[in-house]
């Protein structure tokens, strides 16, 4: 049927009203305030590594008001989620964490395109692939090595409980399913309590120093739940990471030099836990 609206005949010059109206574009968002970016931020980290930071405090009250000492208490990094004659059930829950967990990472990503900027504003691309492993892995031997210490020491100490970074069934997926835990770990950490709040910090106004400090004691925080040497211990962690990120404006070698040292980790745990002599196990 014809539309009873169209006109066949020929404009009149200078006669607009037969043309359709150019359509409308959208205006750009304009930058977010200041109250604005504090709002996300908190946003952000209440659905992330801030609502782990709490968690981590309120585990920590529960291991000091055990009747066990710190070294008696173990705190599983990560543990199965079915019995082990159910491995396919076990792997889809694995998978279905991990995805998810790292759906903040995708949030602050968006989040940065909003305010007209990009994960390459916090250096999260593989524009420079070589350097960002090179010195991601020279990051990972200091601090892997130095964490060691930590640990060890303060485990002797009494001052951190038994860490078992793996406590998976034994099934063939089992090392697969630890170095991907290992990469989450350094996307999520870096991205967002490095890179994404040491920039949104500096944008409020914080000084240098305080975003370094306020970064920092955050990475520290949520890893309480291990006890008070892995606390300092990674505080030390995260300054040197900050201060590694001001220097180069690049997140990517941190996430390469935390994924590797959660790879050694979690993978060395399943060989050396309960085999070597000088490795805290699990009683």
Known sequence: ?????????????????????????????????????????????????????????????????????????????IGSRAAEERP????????????????????????????????ATIGFDVRRPGRDLGSGAALAALIGLGGLAVYLV???????????????NEHWWQLPVLVLQAVKN???????????????????????VSAVLASSLLRATYHLYQGVGMFFGNLVMGLVFCWFYQRYGRVMPLVVAHALIDIVAFVGSVYLIGRVDWLPSPG
């Open 1 to 77: 049927m014809a539309d009873p609206t169209f006109d066949p005949r020929p404009a009149a010059p200078g006669d607009d009203s037969a043309r359709p109206a150019p359509a409308a574009v959208p205006p750009r968002p304009a930058a977010p305030t200041p109250r604005l970016l504090g709002w996300e931020v908190a946003c952000v980290l209440a659905l992330s590594l801030g609502a782990a930071a709490v968690s981590s405090m309120i585990s920590f009250a529960g291991l000091l008001t055990a009747p066990e000492s710190l070294p008696d208490q173990t705190a599983s990094l």
């Open 88 to 119: 396919w059930l076990d792997l889809s829950r694995q998978l279905f964490s991990l995805a998810f967990a790292l759906a903040p990472v995708l949030l602050v990503v968006h989040l940065l395109h909003r305010s007209r900027e990009s994960a």
């Open 154 to 168: 303060s485990w002797r100490l009494g001052l951190t409980v038994t860490v078992a970074p793996s406590a998976l």
């Open 186 to 208: 350094g996307v999520l950490e870096e991205v967002i309590v490095v890179g994404y709040l040491m920039l949104r910090l500096r944008q409020l106004g914080w000084s240098p």
